[in-house]
């Protein structure tokens, strides 16, 4: 499954720091945005390029320095160099050998890309479509953004043969997804590129996971699916149990029960506070009258405690006792 921030997959808020994400693109046109995948057939040309004794250097020339604007963007933010590459390549050989067939499958994924674009476009007028690059990462993000890209890392989405999977720990082998998923990931960070609240890294919990948490709902609006659901399996049978361990943090700064810790989560799945953040998210659009205005508010929050408060989230538990 996904998890990244499908992965998480982590860190997403890293790139929210400058605030106001989609206002420097013009496009509002969801047929006009590039899907640009000339980076997977760069990366598989170096892979077949590359040796024990050369595999650094053909990674670094033949794909990180050749690659598009996106993929600059991607070694910039997450990948870290053809060092870092290579070792997550010969950490899990068999997974990236699996991945290529899987791979030449994004390009079928653009009608249903475009009509998520659509759909956005639809229920919220106001929206802009950025370009979106796919690119082969390290496994360590399914998606991400910048002021103007989408970026989607499509070696999160390799789980074909099950053998592939063999050398992964337990967190990849929960996040992974297949290749068919990879339209929702584009969704979650379509949404991220909407939101108009301010964030930064040091928000606390609360702010954070509404923000990851709405992505996942108005994507699901849109794409038919989200990112998470290995998350709401498991939550799902405990979720007031989640929600009272949730609250008694959630105004604190701490995230690192809920949020981003990749294989460093213990004992339940990693990154809960999407979770609790499309419950909130879920609640507020169930309860609202208009549902055109209530996906204007979720997209511009102005204050998280008045927002969770008029989701009338917590009133649920409240009543059930």
Same mark, same amino acid.
């Given at each position: 499954?996904?998890h990244?921030?499908l992965? @998480?997959?982590?860190?997403?808020?890293l790139?929210?720091?400058a605030g106001?994400f989609g206002?420097q693109?013009i496009? &509002?046109?969801p047929m006009a945005a590039k899907?640009v995948?000339?980076d997977?057939?760069l %990366?598989?040309k170096?892979y077949?390029? +590359?040796?024990?004794e050369?595999?650094v250097l053909?990674y670094r020339?033949e794909?990180l320095r050749k /690659?598009?604007e996106?993929l600059?963007a %991607?070694n910039?933010?997450?990948i /870290?160099?053809?060092?870092?590459?290579?070792?997550s390549?010969?950490?899990?050989p068999?997974?990236?050998?699996?991945l290529r067939?899987?791979?030449k499958?994004?390009?079928?994924?653009?009608a249903q890309?475009?009509?998520?674009?659509?759909?956005l476009?639809?229920?919220?007028p $106001?929206?802009?479509f950025?370009?979106?690059?796919?690119i082969v990462?390290r496994m360590?993000?399914?998606?991400?953004?910048t002021?103007?890209?989408?970026? *989607?890392?499509?070696d999160?989405f390799g789980?074909?043969?099950p053998?592939s999977?063999?050398e992964?720990g337990t967190w990849?082998k929960a996040?992974v997804?297949?290749? $068919?998923r990879?339209?929702?990931?584009v969704a979650h960070?379509?949404?991220? %590129?909407?939101?108009?609240?301010?964030?930064t890294q040091?928000s606390?919990?609360?702010?954070?996971? *509404?923000?990851?948490?709405?992505? $996942?709902?108005?994507?699901?609006?849109?794409s /038919?699916s989200h990112i998470n659901?290995?998350?709401h399996v498991?939550?799902?049978?405990i979720?007031?149990?989640?929600w009272?361990?949730?609250?008694?943090e959630m105004n604190?700064?701490d995230? @690192?029960r809920?949020?981003?810790?990749?294989d460093?989560?213990k004992?339940?799945?990693?990154?809960?506070?999407y979770? *609790?953040g499309f &419950?909130?998210?879920e609640?507020y659009? &169930?309860n609202?009258?208009?549902?055109?205005?209530?996906?204007k508010?979720?997209?511009?929050?102005?204050?998280v405690?008045? %927002?969770?408060?008029?989701s /009338?989230y917590e +009133?649920?538990?409240? @009543? @059930?006792r």
């Amino acid at each position: 499954m996904i998890h990244m921030k499908l992965v @998480s997959i982590t860190l997403l808020f890293l790139l929210f720091a400058a605030g106001c994400f989609g206002q420097q693109v013009i496009n &509002k046109d969801p047929m006009a945005a590039k899907l640009v995948t000339s980076d997977i057939d760069l %990366f598989w040309k170096a892979y077949d390029k +590359a040796t024990l004794e050369n595999d650094v250097l053909v990674y670094r020339n033949e794909y990180l320095r050749k /690659g598009s604007e996106g993929l600059k963007a %991607f070694n910039t933010m997450r990948i /870290g160099g053809s060092c870092s590459l290579v070792d997550s390549i010969n950490a899990a050989p068999k997974y990236y050998a699996a991945l290529r067939e899987p791979s030449k499958k994004v390009v079928s994924y653009e009608a249903q890309i475009r009509a998520s674009y659509k759909k956005l476009q639809d229920i919220y007028p $106001d929206a802009v479509f950025p370009d979106v690059y796919f690119i082969v990462g390290r496994m360590n993000s399914a998606g991400t953004l910048t002021d103007k890209l989408l970026l *989607i890392g499509i070696d999160m989405f390799g789980k074909s043969t099950p053998d592939s999977l063999d050398e992964l720990g337990t967190w990849h082998k929960a996040v992974v997804g297949r290749m $068919d998923r990879l339209p929702y990931i584009v969704a979650h960070e379509l949404i991220h %590129f909407q939101q108009k609240y301010p964030r930064t890294q040091t928000s606390d919990l609360l702010t954070r996971s *509404i923000g990851e948490g709405s992505a $996942d709902f108005l994507a699901l609006l849109i794409s /038919g699916s989200h990112i998470n659901p290995h998350l709401h399996v498991y939550g799902d049978p405990i979720e007031k149990d989640l929600w009272m361990e949730f609250k008694s943090e959630m105004n604190g700064r701490d995230v @690192s029960r809920w949020l981003y810790q990749g294989d460093k989560a213990k004992d339940r799945p990693a990154d809960l506070g999407y979770y *609790i953040g499309f &419950k909130i998210t879920e609640s507020y659009y &169930k309860n609202a009258l208009n549902k055109d205005q209530a996906i204007k508010e979720i997209l511009d929050i102005k204050d998280v405690g008045e %927002f969770l408060k008029k989701s /009338g989230y917590e +009133a649920k538990f409240n @009543s @059930s006792r």
